[in-house]
């Protein structure tokens, strides 16, 4: 089971943070991570702007270059860039992965269309992995998890609302085409793609997903192919910096 931390309540989205730091960029994970820390660029404090780098540093820069890089190409489309950013945040975090496939998803399918504390709460508290938490924590943490997936678009309402409405769901297809390649290399094959629970994330089912896939196809991501029980996944763009650089038109 992946691990619960309650590194929500200190790093939520942080897309703000995020966005400044692909503006300053520069292809060195080091050198960059030195130029905010002797900047002004987070305007908080030191200790807040330690902890907000090592989280910014286990999802963006820990896995390489071409993460930041396709980033900062998709700066200029506030969804896709959101989107992409809920993807790395929701990998790099256990809860914040489980809460979306273990909690959102069968919540939304099976016809709820609103989450409260109270829920969060409660999944919390049966779940062995959060169980030893002091109930003041738990109540901390399932309130940063509904505003930080408020702020990554998958919930909307009142920031201090402990009541939040589930978004219908939505996946741009330069984020899709992000994220599927992303994840091609973590799946034994494409169906295991098409299937993958990082779907879930995106409160998807499986006919959106393969929809996607079609879109990606129709502008020239990959070629998508399924005869019966056959499924192929031919790409066309080498690498995240094509793939997010293609025309969703």
């Not at 943070?17 to 994970?29: F, I, P, Q, Y």
């Not at 820990?62 to 993807?87: H, M, V, W």
């Not at 409260?116 to 508290?125: I, K, P, Y």
């Not at 990554?152 to 939505?170: D, N, Q, S, T, Y």
Request: hydrophobic residues 40%; aromatic residues 8%; contains cysteine.
């Amino acid at each position: 089971m992946n691990e619960f931390t309650t590194r929500i309540i200190k790093g939520g989205a942080l897309l703000a943070e995020t966005r400044r730091l692909v503006d300053v960029w520069n292809g060195d994970a080091e050198e960059t991570l030195c130029r905010i820390r002797s900047s002004e660029t987070f305007g908080k404090t030191q200790a807040r702007k330690k902890d907000i780098l090592v989280v910014l540093r286990r999802r963006f820069l820990d896995a390489g270059s071409e993460i930041p890089d396709a980033l900062k190409r998709l700066a200029n489309d506030p969804t896709a860039f959101r989107q992409a950013c809920y993807y790395e945040a929701a990998r790099t975090d256990g809860l914040l992965s489980a809460f979306a496939t273990e909690l959102l998803y069968p919540w939304y399918r099976q016809g709820h269309r609103d989450l409260s504390t109270a829920d969060v709460v409660g999944w919390l508290g049966a779940d062995p992995r959060s169980r030893v938490w002091h109930p003041r924590t738990r109540e901390r943490v399932a309130r940063g998890l509904l505003s930080t997936l408020r702020d990554f678009g998958l919930l909307e309402g009142a920031v201090r609302g402990r009541r939040k409405r589930i978004c219908v769901p939505h996946l741009s297809l330069r984020a899709f085409g992000y994220i599927a390649l992303r994840e091609r290399p973590r799946r034994p094959s494409d169906r295991a793609l098409l299937q993958a629970p990082v779907w879930r994330w995106f409160l998807l089912d499986e006919q959106e997903v393969r929809k996607l896939f079609l879109d990606a196809d129709r502008v020239g991501v990959l070629r998508f192919s399924e005869a019966g029980r056959l499924l192929r996944v031919d790409w066309l763009v080498r690498d995240l910096r094509e793939a997010v650089d293609v025309s969703p038109a």
